[in-house]
């Protein structure tokens, strides 16, 4: 006689499965809102330029101080507020690969 589900208590497999699946997307779910509320933060230039960034890379805040600004120098300043940016954004991935459950880091 034929055996249903596989033979080796499949229906529990799948049950298995299911709860898995369901604690992994309660671990997503708390991950997620987590990185909506984490800000991080990136600097250059020794605190000329700061940029404050959300868990989920979106820019909050920009701040330039003054003696960053060379008229005849834009240049610099582009290059400092892409480099604060980038270390922010670094931070945030570092971030969501803690936070997201194994292996899941990055699909978000």
């Known amino acids: 006689m034929a055996k249903y589900g596989g033979g080796y208590g499949g229906g529990m497999n799948m049950q298995a ?19 909506e509320d984490t800000e991080l933060t990136g600097e250059s230039g020794g605190g000329l330029v700061t940029v404050t960034i959300d868990g989920k890379k979106r820019l909050q805040r920009l701040t330039i101080k003054p003696e960053a600004v060379d008229l005849d120098d834009l ?4 290059d400092l507020i892409l480099a604060a940016y980038n270390e922010a954004f670094a931070a945030a991935e570092e971030l969501e690969a803690e936070l ?5 880091g990055g699909l978000m």
């Open 75 to 78: 240049e610099m300043l582009e």
């Open 17 to 35: 499965m299911m709860k898995q699946a369901q604690k992994l997307q309660e671990q997503m779910a708390a991950a997620q809102a987590e990185l």
């Open 100 to 104: 997201m459950p194994s292996g899941m």
